[in-house]
């Protein structure tokens, strides 16, 4: 099947969804680097790539992978906001857009999923 065709299988907030924890798996390894190599952004952006992953192949276990990535995204966000987010606002700012972003994805995804 090609990539064209998987595409049109999803709909319009079920692609967004896959590309936001494509991307910031993605984004996590480029700051990889930046930050002093710490193994928890290095594991969640590794998470958020194998959970882009399983929910674009549809696979059984997406939605407990979807489950576990919004309890630890939202525990490293929210911390992250409550220890340098407010002596930064850029990085205030940045961390709960994702925060948000994360629960508004998660959501659609454990309650609109298929049984």
Do not use: C
Not at 12 to 39: D, E, K, M, N, R
Not at 90 to 104: D, E, K, N, Q
């Amino acid at each position: 099947m090609s990539l064209a065709t998987r595409l049109k299988n999803f709909n319009p907030i079920q692609l967004a969804s896959i590309a936001f924890y494509a991307v910031t798996g993605i984004i996590f390894l480029a700051f990889l680097p930046l930050t002093g190599y710490p193994p928890h952004v290095g594991f969640l952006a590794i998470l958020s790539l194998i959970t882009a992953y399983s929910l674009f192949a549809e696979r059984g276990w997406a939605p407990w992978l979807v489950a576990i990535v919004l309890i630890v995204n939202s525990v490293f966000s929210l911390d992250t906001l409550l220890s340098a987010g407010f002596s930064n606002v850029l990085v205030g700012v940045s961390m709960l857009a994702y925060a948000l972003l994360t629960w508004v994805f998660s959501a659609y995804l454990l309650l609109k999923r298929k049984d």
